[in-house]
């Protein structure tokens, strides 16, 4: 059974980066696309942006600026950057898989506060 | 942008009752659209993929179609584990986008 776990400081100060990693455990991570997710407390859900196992990346245009993703094949990893965080990037990060997100992380919760 | 709009918002409903959720595309999108359940302090979960395939281990009760622009989530008897909130997904084209989410409440 394929299991994603997100993982990384739960709390980033205004103007950091935050930093996440979603490691993939119980299947390969080759051959799919791997999505970051985020949503703030009590709002929907919205895409930050994906990676290939080539490294390819498309990311969403209101972030696009302040986000690199990035994979380690050999670990089954991949991860999230974001830039010059704000309040408004407080929110739970989930990463999930493919074209259709058949498996979620649990998510983490990443708050930006001083 | 292809934005996605959710209807309704919210509904209240009883144990063993018909629930409809429609998903509207603003411009076509195939069948690459996809239906998740998410519970309190949960992930999503994947019910409904491509428009109208069950997710494996999701129970029958949970149906869509639809393609183009309009699509519809059927719950053909709620059950007390189904009171949640349900998005819908477009994997059609960059960025991806949700629904805005419909909470089936109790009524």
């Known amino acids: 059974q394929v299991q994603l776990q997100e993982s990384g400081p739960g709390l980033v100060k205004p103007s950091e980066t935050l930093s996440l990693i979603c490691t993939v455990s119980g299947g390969s991570i080759s051959s799919y696309y791997w999505n970051w997710i985020r949503q703030p407390a009590g709002k929907g859900l919205e895409w930050v942006g994906r990676?290939?196992?080539?490294?390819?990346?498309d990311y969403s245009p209101s972030l696009k600026t302040r986000v690199t993703m990035s994979v380690d094949t050999s670990k089954n990893l991949f991860s999230l950057k974001l830039t010059s965080v704000t309040a408004a990037d407080t929110a739970v990060y989930y990463c999930?898989?493919?074209?259709?997100?058949?498996?979620w992380g649990q998510g983490t919760l990443v708050t930006v506060s001083s | 942008d292809i934005q996605m709009t959710q209807s309704p918002s919210s509904l209240s409903a009883s144990v063993g009752d018909r629930v409809t959720i429609t998903c509207r595309a603003s411009q076509s999108i195939n069948t690459y659209l996809h239906w998740y359940q998410q519970k309190p302090g949960k992930a999503p979960n994947l019910l409904i993929y491509?428009?109208?395939s069950l997710q494996s281990g999701v129970p029958s009760r949970f149906s869509g179609s639809g393609s183009g622009t309009d699509f519809t989530l059927t719950i053909s008897s709620l059950q007390r584990e189904d009171f949640a909130t349900y998005y819908c997904?477009?994997?059609?084209?960059?960025?991806?986008?949700f629904g805005q989410g419909t909470k089936v409440e109790m009524k």
């Open positions: 997904l477009q994997t059609s084209s960059i960025p991806r986008t």
């Open positions: 990676i290939f196992t080539t490294g390819s990346t």
């Open positions: 491509t428009a109208s």
């Open positions: 999930a898989r493919g074209n259709s997100f058949d498996y």
